[in-house]
């Protein structure tokens, strides 16, 4: 196994939905090649309905597509290498578990030594702010530690990949900076791929090392960015203006 | 805290919700004993309240009546055990295989509308006249309660958390014993409270049908009836309805013990 190979490669995709009474056929995807390179976070953003979602979405198979393949590398086939979090990612919390033993499930259920789940968890909590909440019930959390919790999660079992399809979008500022924080230490030292649905620029720039713009139908990919900003990053520093100028720039010709 | 300004609401503050249940059954017990006082109804059908309160008393301390409660309770716990060891394990997974229990959903509801006591003696061909014959009957409501209850909980399982089983790559049997039976776990316990008072409700009726061994409160109330010992029919009453109170109890006290984890939103406070 080549370990410099891409995390996926998506080939050749087409994919269509039916609309309306007449279930007119409406080609989303038409023949659409990416490749996501693994250990990196890449962003894909366009304005809603461009197909960010449907892309997330026929990647954890969970969408049939017409033609193309997805192809994963070898390392990442099991299911339970990619987790797939949505903005209802709230909903996965076992409620009758402490938060110690929501972040502690998985791994159980993973087949995780003793010590390895014990100190697992335990950098969980910390990464994510939670450490003092760990025997609480999710009832008694507040909307933000709830999400913090659920973000803890679904990485807890070091998964390969992560796909975060517009799960940022409602956080409070201070719960997504802490989240954000977490989730770009623990890529790094997990060695995760991230890809990131979003069509918030600030996360974009707050976390990604590419940037692949999509919009019109069928799809095209109208800007591909490497984001190239040390971490954490500095929003007023020049190189993150300098590196923000394009994808302002292809913003403003209405794609987004 | 609210601030209530309105006459009802400084009521509702001085006296405890506690203190307010009692004051139905008070006026009752004012009202039976005018009536008994006055004569307005024969003792036969109605004897005063110190009566019936002194055959109780007599009944409990010669243990006439111990017997009767302690069986009752048992057969009543007995079909419970039964109806929660089959109930709950098929409930939960004909939950989980819906297409599976759609077809089969409607014979059961027709068979929960059945009313159980018309299968008694049905019931007595099949088992044979004895302990059994009472507690499978009040089993048989049980059952169908439970199930229905705990296949409708199990089916509101969030699907994201289904998803996240999955993908951990979890067998059908872990997520069964692992999600599903939490999720389940509220409305199995609605599914108790509901079949706590079918089985008291049918294991007296039979137990009035049959003089199987002599014991029970049902064959107690029936032969007191009989004998016209009115204070000691009111008596035996009494204490099956005492049963029934405290059955309900213990039922709220295992909801409060299992579910306090349950966000306040998807609880029922109805005790």
């Known amino acids: 196994m080549n370990s410099s190979a891409p995390a996926a490669k998506v080939q050749h995709l087409s994919f269509s939905y039916r609309e309306g009474r007449a279930e007119q056929a409406i080609a989303l995807y038409r023949d659409f090649s990416l490749s996501f390179k693994a250990d990196s976070i890449v962003a894909i953003m366009g304005r809603s309905g461009s197909g960010k979602s449907t892309l997330a979405r026929t990647l954890i198979g969970d969408l049939p597509v017409d033609s193309g393949v997805i192809a994963w590398r070898e390392d990442f086939q099991e299911t339970y290498h990619v987790s797939y979090v949505d903005q209802s990612f709230g909903d996965t919390l076992h409620w009758w578990h402490r938060v110690w033993q929501n972040l502690d499930w998985p791994l159980r259920k993973r087949r995780w030594a003793r010590p390895e789940r014990a100190a697992r968890v335990k950098a969980l909590l910390r990464a994510f702010g939670l450490t003092e909440l760990a025997d609480s019930f999710p009832r008694q959390l507040s909307g933000g530690e709830r999400q913090r919790l659920a973000v803890a999660r679904c990485l807890s079992w070091k998964p390969h990949c992560l796909i975060l399809d517009e799960a940022l979008n409602a956080l409070d500022s201070d719960t997504k900076r802490t989240i954000i924080a977490a989730l770009r230490s623990l890529a790094t030292e997990d060695k995760m791929t991230v890809i990131l649905i979003t069509h918030a620029l600030a996360d974009t720039l707050a976390l990604a090392d590419r940037c692949v713009l999509l919009g019109k139908t069928p799809v095209e990919i109208l800007g591909d960015f490497e984001i190239s900003l040390p971490h954490p990053r500095d929003e007023n520093s020049p190189e993150y203006r300098e590196a923000q100028e394009p994808l302002i720039e292809v913003l403003r010709h209405g794609y987004l | ?271």
């Open chain 2, 1 to 271: 805290m609210r601030s209530c300004a309105t006459a009802t609401c400084d009521i509702q503050m001085k006296f405890s919700p506690r203190l307010f249940a009692l004051i139905l059954p008070l006026l009752i017990v004012i009202a039976w004993s005018l009536i008994t006082a006055r004569g307005w109804v024969d003792p036969l059908i109605l004897p005063a309240p110190t009566a019936v309160l002194s055959a109780l008393g007599k009944l409990l301390t010669t243990g006439g009546l111990t017997q009767d409660l302690l069986r009752t309770t048992l057969r009543v716990l007995a079909a419970l055990g039964i109806a929660l060891a089959v109930g709950v394990p098929c409930g939960l997974w004909l939950g989980y295989n819906r297409r599976f229990y759609e077809a089969i959903e409607g014979p059961l509801h027709a068979l929960r509308s059945l009313p159980a006591v018309a299968l008694f003696p049905l019931f007595l061909i099949v088992i044979g006249v004895g302990e059994w014959s009472i507690v499978a009957l009040a089993c048989y409501n049980s059952v169908l309660v439970i199930l229905i209850s705990t296949v409708a909980g199990a089916s509101q399982a969030h699907p994201r958390r289904l998803q996240m089983a999955r993908t951990l790559g979890l067998s059908t049997r872990e997520l069964i014993t692992d999600v599903l039976f939490w999720e389940a776990l509220p409305s199995i316990l609605t599914g108790i409270r509901v079949a706590v008072g079918y089985g008291l409700a049918l294991v007296i009726a039979v137990e009035m049908f049959i003089g199987v061994s002599q014991a029970g409160l049902g064959r107690k109330i029936f032969d007191y009836q009989s004998a016209y010992r009115i204070p000691e029919t009111y008596a035996a009453i009494l204490l099956t309805g005492a049963l029934g109170v405290l059955l309900n109890l213990l039922v709220g006290l295992l909801e409060k013990r299992l579910l306090h984890w349950l966000p306040s939103a998807s609880r029922s406070d109805n005790q």
